[in-house]
């Protein structure tokens, strides 16, 4: 079990590792990953704990007896009941804290699925540029991502919360402009020794455009670092929503999520614990497997065990 | 020096094992090791990587890995180094035998000035105060041949070349004026011209130190030149222990037969090298009889069924040498086959 | 030494600028004006007001203008307090935060080197594997999660000691908030010494200086423990830089008047001139943070001095 400090170093490997042979090579590679995964223990546990908190979000709500947002008259402020329909009970407006907690989850999802997809997107294209234009441009944009690197990202989230805040699923896209850094050292690093390759230079000679081809050859090579970059990043940027959520920027009324229920959970602890305690157990939850996941692939992946 | 003690000898490994528990089953790195070593006599201990020559002196510093247990009695000088207790052992480590290890760049602290890691070995084994012990340091650094050693004593490790930093591993081992030294590989990272600098620098301090050194290596070109005994070891067991000038004379295992006839020599026309066939033994599931069997040309069925056992053996014409032990049912057959016949001469193989 | 820390002082310039440039323009780009969420203003005060901070200026004038008063140490108005300046607010909150921030710096460290050594040096056996589920959890579960509960259970049910507020400053209002924003980096650093020691103890080096004889004490704490702890204390420049950005929720959740606090309140105000100030600030401190790590690493590593 070795959980990685921090992502950059988690797919730092991946950034030094030469690109793979593009004919036919990689789907066997995925499948002996896939095959490593399923043997790690954690792993296969954490996965089946996310894919069910994720099933549950997506499918229990429009089965329960109450919805997220209509107050439930007979049971303000209840406590988790089996009776009552309530089974995580109810907040001070009479909400139903399942109902909620899985919108929330849902809303935390997206979000995170949002801000990731921007980040892997921009990161292939700036890596992929950077990598292909080479020489000074890429001196340049790479020093560029160590500076980037050396500066807190949550103070430019707050920054950008101050501009994007009327709009929380903006705001997460914009979130994941800041996260592209390590996938864009990624492609580059790939970019790079794909270029020098005899398919590129024949094309090159051919007179084709040879930008879409890298791109395109790239595309399978990224499977692993891609899929575990999502998955160190969806949990990194699920709690930066709770953190922003919890501090009174992000998620406002009537949408809801984790971080929000936490944050209104945390105000009355004491009288209501189950309030906090639900919507936190599901954060941890999701976090934990997700960090066991992250972990598996990683090792699954890793081009030095090759 | 040598008369008084010399009933009683310096090293004496008995009945000596060394097993590491790994997932995939028991590895038996050394198997009821018997040898010994007289004051002031130089051994070499030679085998492929895997023979467990590495991990039998590894054993008895106690720095074998976590999972490595050793069996059977080492002593130095009378007392058993397996039966002291850590501190016990660690006051007779360093002071009254030294390590050289094989790796010149990695052996030294890179954080430490290189006075640091000398003097600290005499502040910690007599006492010394910081000053007198750096002087002792600098002394030594002189006496092993390091040009400027005022201003080396101030550097770090990655000042240094590889050859300079050779020369401070050895004097770190020397400063206690130990009893036993034992050099892991001393020459193997360093160049040519290097290796034969260090070669004779051992050479020198044996003669000048009265220090007993086990000279560890793979090759047998090293040995010709500084080693009074050889023992050669497979698959963790000693097959030929003999004089350096009856081994090179006529080596009588095969396997020591066909290290001979690896090294590369001029004095044979072609100065063809032959390498030895198949790979080191498994040592989680040893070869029945004799661990060599599989990989030497004279073996038989009574080699596949029964492991011979290492004791002298007269060689044709000759009277049996006291000094001499093999482990093999034919002897000397590679001596007489006809290729390896014309085994070089030590001073063949150290001019070659 | 000297030279080396000069260089770095250099490199850390365009880092700086970088940062600076970035914060001022993502919020003078920012759709609408610092004044528009206020009730509308009649025109003549909003001019009078885009003057008073020049707003009325050419962009690049306005940035020039910025970096000017910057380099006299000046980070420039607050647009909603009038009271006090950026730099002022920032001189009454920082004691605070610096406060909480440092003694969690220290904890932290002592806790993830202990940790981390311990951890190395009884590899796989019982405690291991609990200090390595209790860091798990504070590698996973964020601060403010813990925070509420740990109020819960000391301050309220126990009452060992108070739910939050700075009080006279004294130990027991430290302990919650210091204690939070330590842990995630207690066992980041952990798993880094640990990782680190087992790495170091499995060199040539440290067999060199068990061979000598030494003893395991001096082993580790001579030998191992300085090249063990390089990249912990390449970590110590970004752990400055989250305990920093880190103690913003905390000092929320805790009710401590630092900086954090400030910052949270002028960006729900929309206070662009608070808001920028501080961001500056809080990079200024950090880049400043990371320079003092890198000469300690230079410290540790005589390899890197040369460089």
Known sequence: MTLYVDKREALEPFAKHEADAVQGKPRSLTRDAMRRLFSNKAAVVSLVVFVLIVGTALILPPFLPYDY?????????????????????????????????????????LVALIATTVSVVVGVLYGAVSGFVGGRVDAAMMRFVDVMYALPYILFVILLMVIFG??????????????????????????????????????????????????????????????????????????????????????????????????????VLEVMPWLLLFPGATLVALLLSLAFIGDGLRDAFDPKDR | ?????????????????????????????VSGLDLTLAEGETLAIVGESGSGKSQCFNGMFGLLARNGRTEGQARLAGADLLALSPKALDAVRGRDMAMVFQDPMTALNPALKIKRQLSETLEVHQGLSRREAEAKSLAMLKRVGIPEAERRMNQYPHELSGGMRQRVVIAMA???????????????????????????????LGQEMRTALVLITHDLGVVAGVADRVAVMYAGRIVEEAGVDALFDAPAHPYAAALLASIPRIDRDGGSVEAIPGRPPNLIHPPSGCPFHPRCRFADERCVAE?????PVAREGHAIDAGRRVACWHPFAAARAGSAAAAPTPEAVLHG | MLGFAFRRLLTAIPVVLIAVTACFFILRLAPGGPFDQERALPPDILANLRAHYELDLPLYQQYLNYLWRLLQGDLGPSFV????????????????????????????VVIGVAAGIYGALYQNKGLDYVIAAALMIGLVVPNFLVAPILQLVFGVQLAWLPVGGW????????????????????????????????????SNFIKTARAKGIGARRTVLRHALKPALTPVVSY????????????????????????????????????????????VFYMLLIVLLNLLVDLAYALLDPRVRAR
């Open chain 3, 167 to 202: 009080g006279d400053g004294s130990w027991p209002f430290l302990v919650l908030p210091v204690f939070v924003l330590a842990f995630p980096h207690a066992a980041r650093i952990s798993r880094l010494m640990r990782g680190s020691m087992i790495e170091v103890l499995n």
């Open chain 1, 69 to 109: 947002e209509t107050p439930d008259w007979a049971a303000f402020s209840a406590p988790p009941s089996v009776e009552s329909g309530h089974y995580f009970g109810t907040d001070q407006n009479g909400r139903d804290l399942l109902a909620r907690t899985l919108y929330g989850t849902q809303v935390s999802l």
């Open chain 3, 236 to 279: 110590l420049g970004p752990a400055a830089g989250y305990l920093l950005t880190g103690s913003i929720v905390v000092e929320e959740i805790f009710g401590i008047p630092g900086i954090g606090r400030y910052f949270i309140q002028a960006a729900l105000n929309r206070d662009y001139g608070m808001v920028l100030g501080t961001v």
């Open chain 3, 81 to 108: 307090t009038k009271d006090y300046t950026v730099g002022e607010q920032i001189a009454i909150g920082l004691p605070y935060t610096l406060t909480v921030g440092g003694l969690a710096f220290l904890l932290a």
């Open chain 2, 174 to 204: 020397l400063l206690c004026r130990p009893k036993l030294i034992v050099a892991d590989e001393p020459t193997t990272a360093l160049d040519v011209t290097i290796q034969a600098q260090i070669l004779e620098l051992f050479r020198e």
């Open chain 1, 166 to 267: 009327r709009n929380v699923y903006l705001l997460f896209a914009a979130i994941g402009l800041l996260e592209w850094l390590t996938m864009a050292r990624i492609v580059r690093g790939q970019t790079l020794s794909l270029k020098e390759r005899e398919f590129v230079e024949a094309a090159r000679a051919s007179g084709v455009s040879t930008f879409p081809i890298i791109l395109r050859h790239i595309v399978p090579n990224l499977v692993g670092p891609v899929v575990i970059f999502a998955s160190l990043t969806i949990p990194e940027i699920i709690v930066t929503e709770s953190f922003l959520s919890y501090l009174g920027f992000g998620v406002q009324e009537p949408l809801t999520s984790l971080g929000t229920l936490i944050s209104e959970g945390a105000d």
């Open chain 2, 1 to 29: 020096m040598t008369s008084a003690s010399s009933s009683a000898p310096l090293l004496e490994l008995t009945g000596y094992s060394i097993r590491f528990a790994t997932p995939d089953g028991e590895v038996q790195a």
């Open chain 2, 307 to 311: 492991r011979p056992p290492l004791e």
